[in-house]
């Protein structure tokens, strides 16, 4: 007996002792308490369609669009729009980033112009809360390639191996004589800096290979701790225990009729409630937006189905190319109230109500004959500094808010600050010309009002008949 009780407890703490192991290899996840999903994706081309957008569903099948269905996110940098968002969550939950594609095709560039001269930057935005979000800025990836000619479709995923994150895209360049798209990695911590670029991906020959999305297995689901799905002609599998190691062919989804000549942008997502995840597929063919396929086990080819078309329901807006991102109860509750659909309005004049508040070039003014619309469009938001007041949020530059600044009028990008939150929020009050309108007050010096003089929009007293005239206003959809 005592033989064997020594034996047991070396058995348990050599378990305990590979158990702690385990936990000191790898960074604490976010909270395991989940809720529903978060997509991010684009719509379609144009300056309009390409910029970030985001949908939700409760159970990954049946998806409705945020914020209406108006995009949550434009990119004022670079080419101004962008393809391809990837949604990144840090391990201890605690910051997010959005990368992005800086594409904008028919609205300045030709699919010929991006892949032999495109740009070598991806967009990155940045946040604590997925709620905030930092403005957009620059990564060059592709720059530090030899002949490397543009960057697309970046993904990233936290390697416990290297304690950062494997940040991947697809660039078209030279290599051994061959022009093609290949997928070369870096290694980052914040999407600042990177390591020199390397291969990752090459398919023989001149085969290209644009579009790759890896996803982690848990154990005793097929052979594999990874499995990556790829559109080199083909949706192509591929397992590995090791994300920066060696990967294994597994097939392609050729069997249920769906090739790399009629979908792309393969994005996954894990079931929550089941041992199941869908690879949901962009028919950027028929322009049809995404297809889900269905499988228990990502590493078995065979496995994959394409559910019934009234299982699933993909929403208003065409979904393309993104990434989804499971969110606990505290995310989904920012993001809900954050993105939650509410009415563009416009602001129209009382006294010139041929003229209505709109941005032009981030100033303010009233105008009639607007073009194009979105510019006199706004989201009335909670206030920023006061949730009973209100802030107004700009349809065409989300994240971009009227704020008064040394009394003039600006539309100026959220930092987050108290200050900006004081200087961009109102108080709604009845119309000081007419008590069926609405007139606002500044909520950081509640005597003064918005008001218009000589067609420019400014903060003011307000003592005359004409005064208050120019600062009341019809709010109108």
């Known amino acids: 007996m005592p033989a064997v009780l020594t034996r047991l407890s070396a058995t348990l703490v050599a378990a305990c002792l590979l158990i702690a192991a385990h936990v000191l290899a790898t960074p604490q996840r976010a909270s395991a308490a989940t809720s529903g999903y978060l997509m991010t994706h684009f719509i379609g081309e144009g300056s309009e369609g ?224 089941r041992g199941e995840w869908a690879l949901y597929l962009d028919q950027y063919a028929t322009g049809r937006g995404y297809l889900p396929t269905h499988t228990t086990d990502p590493s078995g080819p065979a496995s994959y189905r394409i559910p019934a078309a009234g299982s699933y329901d993909m929403g208003g807006v065409r979904k393309r190319h993104g990434s989804i991102l499971d969110l606990t109860a ?48 706004f989201r009335l938001r909670p206030g920023l500094a006061d949730s009973g007041a209100v802030s107004f949020e700009s349809v065409n530059y989300p994240g971009y808010f009227l704020r008064h600044v040394d009394r003039d009028f600006r539309l100026s990008y959220n930092d987050g600050t108290t200050a900006f939150g004081r200087s961009a929020t109102f108080r709604q009050v009845a119309g000081l010309a007419d008590p069926a309108q609405a007139s606002f007050r500044a909520h950081d010096s509640p005597d003064l009002y918005i008001r218009h003089y000589a067609f420019q929009l400014r903060l003011d007293t307000v003592t005359t008949a004409t005064g208050r005239s120019d600062a009341t206003f019809r709010i109108t959809s």
């Not at 800096?193 to 090459?202: L, S």
């Not at 920012?334 to 209505?356: C, F, G, H, I």
């Not at 009233?366 to 979105?374: E, H, K, L, M, V």
């Open 330 to 377: 505290a995310e989904e509750s920012r993001v809900q109230a954050r993105w939650a659909p509410k009415p563009a309005s416009r602001l129209q004049s009382l006294n010139y109500p041929d003229r209505y508040v709109r941005h032009a070039d981030f100033d303010v003014r009233i105008d009639a004959g607007i073009s194009p619309a979105q510019d006199a469009q």
């Open 50 to 273: 390409q910029q970030i957008y985001f949908s939700h569903s409760t159970d990954g099948v049946h998806w409705s669009d945020l914020n209406g269905g108006g995009m949550t996110l434009r990119s004022t940098v670079g080419t101004r729009g962008v393809r391809d968002p990837a949604l990144v969550r840090s391990p201890d939950g605690g910051r997010y980033w959005i990368i992005a594609t800086d594409l904008c095709i028919d609205c300045g560039q030709s699919w010929s112009d991006s892949q032999s001269n495109g740009s070598r930057n991806l967009v990155v935005w940045e946040s604590t809360d997925l709620v905030t979000w930092s403005a957009p800025r620059l990564l060059n990836v592709a720059g530090a390639i030899p002949d490397g000619r543009n960057a697309w479709a970046p993904e990233a995923i936290w390697n416990p191996e290297t304690n950062d994150y494997v940040l991947y895209w697809a660039t078209n360049a030279t290599r051994n004589g061959v022009l093609k798209h290949r997928i070369y990695s870096a290694r980052t911590t914040d999407f600042r800096a990177i390591t020199t670029p390397q291969v990752y991906i090459d398919r023989p020959g001149t085969q290209s290979i644009i579009d790759t999305q890896i996803v982690e297995v848990p154990p005793g689901t097929g052979g594999y701790r990874y499995v990556r799905a790829s559109r080199d002609g083909q949706i192509t599998l591929e397992g590995s225990n090791s994300i920066l190691g060696q990967w294994t062919g597994l097939g392609n989804l050729s069997g249920i009729g769906l090739t790399g000549s009629q979908v792309e942008g393969p994005m996954w997502m894990r079931f929550k409630d």
